[in-house]
């Protein structure tokens, strides 16, 4: 009777049946990371943690660029125009051909400017600009791949994104195995860059199989009226994924100025752990919730539709924060080493404002669903300035710990202030959103 009952639950639900089956390929992507941490932890220790992280925030700034930006504008079009074979091929060429251009000058940028990027970045501390020199090379295949995952999704095609990604996790992974063993941290940041062309190689087969389709979607002209479309969302997204990996990038500053690089690497390594565990709810967002928010149209659905999120989806998250901070010890010796105990500290302050970040992104991605810029724009630069501002204070007082603390605090506002901008479409009973 009870599996029946979850059987005709997960049928009925379509959030649920998402989600459980995007746990299935998580738990994959999060087993990979873990052995992943481990070896940087072996192998590099806490300051390579440092120098890593601040190598992932600057590569997830560039390719941002060179995609214009246009990834939620991508899956929220492909979305809305799945049924109309002619507005659809447009649209998908208009985005790839632009961020495709786009993404080649930004690289001939990197290779021109990679000593001086490579100063900036890494401090003076390495020199690694080889590396910026290969970001710069590989650009326009990251940026392609990212894209059309973003296609793939808006198609609604989630489990074939799950398994893209699961495969080039798996491949991922050993091939960064490979890279630290044998050229430490130079092999790491190496495989970062690589395991991109890895993703677009295997989503390009999966593509294959349309490949009418692909010749007639390259033979269609840009339209600018589309482009304009997408130029909304672009700006949008770019200004997040652009300033937020430099905010980042200032704490980390700030937390090797004041407490030393091996404090910066034990925040790093909390940020990592993070980012395993909010796989669950952020590729839920991108699978379900942008594009079902982008289908929409009033505010009683919306309404049902976020507080289905909260009933369904943020309890069990919630409760897997409980039973992280309870086995953090233990965690932390078996996905890094006891080298690593130091950062305990953080975990009720990052698992604390990772519940509330969940809790205000569902419904931050309404204003991307439905394009509203000013009001995106105004609260991003609200959020990101609270959490550079107490941050660095914070970190002052408290060390290392106090990145963490600005973290809770940005949320718990940013929250506060969706509420209050949404509180019509959540807690009134009108029509139209």
Not at 128 to 157: C, E, F, M, Q, R
Not at 354 to 361: E, G, M, P, Q
Request: hydrophobic share 50%.
């Amino acid at each position: 009777m009870k599996f029946r009952f979850l059987s005709r639950l997960l049928t009925q639900n379509t959030l649920l049946r998402v989600s459980s089956f995007n746990s299935l390929g998580i738990i994959i992507r999060v087993g990979c990371g873990l052995i992943m941490s481990k070896l940087i932890a072996f192998y590099l220790g806490a300051s390579g943690m440092a120098v890593l992280g601040d190598l992932r925030n600057f590569l997830n700034s560039v390719q941002s660029i060179g995609q214009l930006g246009f990834s939620n504008g991508v899956i929220k079009y492909v979305a809305e125009h799945k049924e109309d074979n002619n507005q659809l091929r447009i649209s998908i060429s208009t985005a790839l051909k632009t961020s495709l251009i786009a993404s080649i000058l930004v690289g001939i940028l990197l290779v021109v400017y990679a000593v001086e990027l490579d100063k900036y970045v890494f401090n003076n501390t390495y020199n690694y600009a080889t590396i910026i020199k290969l970001v710069g090379v590989g650009l326009p295949l990251l940026s392609l791949n990212a894209l059309v995952l973003n296609i793939i999704n808006g198609l609604g095609k989630y489990r074939q994104v799950i398994y893209i990604n699961v495969i080039t996790n798996l491949l991922g992974v050993c091939l960064s195995a490979v890279l630290i063993i044998k050229y430490n941290l130079f092999g790491a940041l190496l495989a970062i860059v690589v395991s991109g062309i890895i993703s677009l190689i295997i989503a390009g087969l999966f593509l294959l199989k349309k490949a009418s389709n692909l010749k007639l979607i390259f033979t269609e002209k840009i339209d600018f009226r589309i482009l304009k479309k997408f130029s909304a969302y672009g700006v949008m997204t770019l200004f997040s994924a652009v300033t937020s990996p430099w905010i980042y990038m200032g704490i980390r500053k700030t937390i090797i100025e004041v407490d030393g690089i091996q404090k910066a690497g034990y925040w790093d390594a909390m940020l990592r752990l993070s980012d395993y565990y909010m796989m669950f709810a952020t590729t839920l967002m991108t699978l379900y919730v942008l594009p079902k928010l982008s289908e929409i149209k009033t505010n009683k659905d919306f309404r049902i539709e976020i507080f289905n999120f909260y009933k369904t989806i943020l309890p069990v998250f919630g409760i897997g924060l409980i039973i992280i901070y309870i086995f953090k010890t233990l965690l932390i010796k078996i996905v890094f080493n006891t080298s690593f105990l130091e950062m305990q500290s953080i975990f009720i302050w990052q698992l604390s404002g990772d519940f509330f970040k969940v809790a205000s992104l569902v419904i931050a991605y309404q204003l991307l669903a439905k394009n509203r810029f000013w009001t995106f724009i105004i609260t991003q630069i609200i959020s990101l300035s609270i959490i550079y501002i107490t941050s660095t204070q914070l970190i002052g007082t408290y060390g290392f710990v106090g990145a963490s603390m600005g973290h809770l605090i940005s949320y718990v506002l940013y929250l506060i202030l969706l509420l209050f901008i949404f509180r019509k479409a959540l807690f009134r009973r009108s029509s139209l959103i």
